[in-house]
């Protein structure tokens, strides 16, 4: 079973809309949790990073969320261009000796004008 | 600006041929990665280098090979191609030290094995 599942799997949404895309985890401990941004036919890229112990954290239109409790965090995406069409991947960075990398199998979103 | 470089964006190659991803990265990182991204799949660890000439297995080393001969390449061989590497492969690099996970990723190479 993926240790980070994330929903929905792609999404359609109307430029000017919010939205909010979710990542499911079981990694346990971590140091981090990063979301990147991947457009199509380029690398990931960096949007936001939080610690275990963080709750929230913003980068322009992008606000990370962290729940530890349910085990979520979430990527909302306020009022969206069409460059906000990408995929978006959660990477948890697995606490202890082994520095793991654990990433979700991403959400593919189309902001459409 | 951070530079991750890979050598070709496209590649279309026979079954049973080798074939040679090349990664080149100006940062003076000293880990590389090479990673396969399918779909539904998310990205997976191939191999990983955390020096000259070292090299340790991620999760799916199988039918792969890697060469770090200098610290700003790092090469992944498939020594005989299957259809079933056919994949997009990303090479990422970061520096040691403090730990913040952070990778810095290329372009991608999209692979087609016929």
């Known amino acids: 079973k993926n240790q980070v599942e994330q929903s929905p799997q792609s999404l359609i949404i109307l430029e000017g809309k919010n939205c909010t895309l979710q990542?499911?985890?079981?990694?346990?401990?971590?140091?981090?949790l990063r979301w990147y941004k991947q457009d199509t036919g380029r690398g990931p890229v960096s949007l936001t990073i939080?610690?275990?112990?963080?709750n929230t954290k913003s980068n322009g239109r992008y606000t990370a969320t962290l729940d530890a409790d349910t085990k979520q965090s979430s990527l909302h995406i306020t009022a969206s261009q069409l460059s906000d069409s990408a995929s978006y991947i959660c990477?948890?960075?697995?606490?202890?000796?082994?520095?793991?990398?654990?990433f979700g199998t991403g959400t593919l979103l189309a902001v459409q004008p | 600006d951070v530079k991750v470089t890979q050598s070709s964006r496209y590649l279309v190659k026979r079954t049973g041929e080798k074939v040679f991803l090349e990664c080149v990265q100006d940062?003076?990182?000293?880990?590389m990665f090479w990673y396969r991204q399918d779909p539904g799949l998310g990205l997976r660890l191939i191999y990983f280098?955390?020096?000259?000439?070292?090299?340790e297995k991620g999760d799916i080393p199988e039918g792969y090979s890697v060469s770090r001969e200098k610290k700003e390449r790092f090469s992944l061989i498939l020594e005989s191609a299957s259809t079933n590497q056919t994949s997009m492969y990303l090479c990422?690099?970061?520096?040691?030290?403090?730990?913040?996970?952070?990778?810095?990723f290329g372009e991608g190479s999209r692979l087609t094995v016929l």
């Open positions: 990422a690099s970061r520096p040691m030290g403090r730990e913040t996970g952070e990778l810095f």
């Open positions: 990542c499911n985890y079981t990694v346990s401990p971590f140091s981090n």
């Open positions: 939080m610690t275990f112990s963080e």
């Open positions: 990477v948890f960075l697995r606490g202890g000796a082994t520095n793991k990398l654990i």
């Open positions: 940062m003076d990182h000293e880990n």
């Open positions: 280098s955390y020096d000259v000439k070292m090299k």
